[in-house]
């Protein structure tokens, strides 16, 4: 047990937890720690910190360092999915957030049969992210649904350049188009934008420099 990483993550957090009332929400939003590239100490620290879930990025790593034992706290995958990683995060992975594309709810409907997932909504087109178009959504939803899945909400990421409020017309058009669907989850917002996401009606964030520090590279595993 790590007690000097446990006090940093309970001090982060509270200030996260100060930035999300700052931006008007409430206790209700939910805060999703981001653990990729940082070890299953990170996991610990984050769950004995009062979260119940992770988010991971990378298959390969997902398997890694959460694979073969039962964990207390919920993984969330939160990364651009290949089918072909469907069959390996199956046994760890409890909600999978980026589905975008018919493909991916045939391999989970078949692989993983009723996951919970979100629809990962493209609200600012850009490319290399992933995400369904905004007009795509709603028959993603009914396709995801169709297929037996449990369709909990909606995800996006905001854009790369301009600043926080560069992501506000995203959000605000995800937001809206999760009202019209009636659905329960809304992931928006990351550690340099989450509260222009709370401001536009976010029900979860997703922060993980904010709570663990500077993140290693991508295949630095941090033990």
Known sequence: ?????????????????????????GADVAVLPVTKTFGVEACWAAHRAGLTAVGENYAQEVV?????????FAVHFIGQLQTN???????????????????????????????RVLVQVSAMGESGKGGCPLLDV????????AAGLDVLGLMTVGPTDGGPEAARPGFRA???????????????????????AVQEGT??????SALFGPRPPAGTLVR
């Open 138 to 145: 709603p028959a993603l939803v009914d396709t995801a649904r």
């Open 174 to 196: 995800t937001r809206a188009l999760w009202e019209r669907l009636q659905l329960a989850v809304l992931s928006m917002g990351m550690t340099d934008d989450l509260e222009v």
């Open 85 to 115: 990683k469907v069959r390996m995060l199956a046994p760890i992975v409890s909600v999978y957030e980026t589905v975008d594309r018919p493909s991916l709810v045939r391999e989970l409907a078949t692989r993983v049969p009723g996951a």
């Open 64 to 72: 890694a360092k959460l694979g073969g034992a039962p964990w207390p």
């Open 1 to 25: 047990m790590s007690a000097p990483l446990d006090a940093l993550v309970v001090e982060r957090l509270q200030q996260v937890r100060e930035r999300i009332t700052r931006a008007g929400g």
């Open 203 to 208: 029900t979860q964030v997703r922060v993980g």
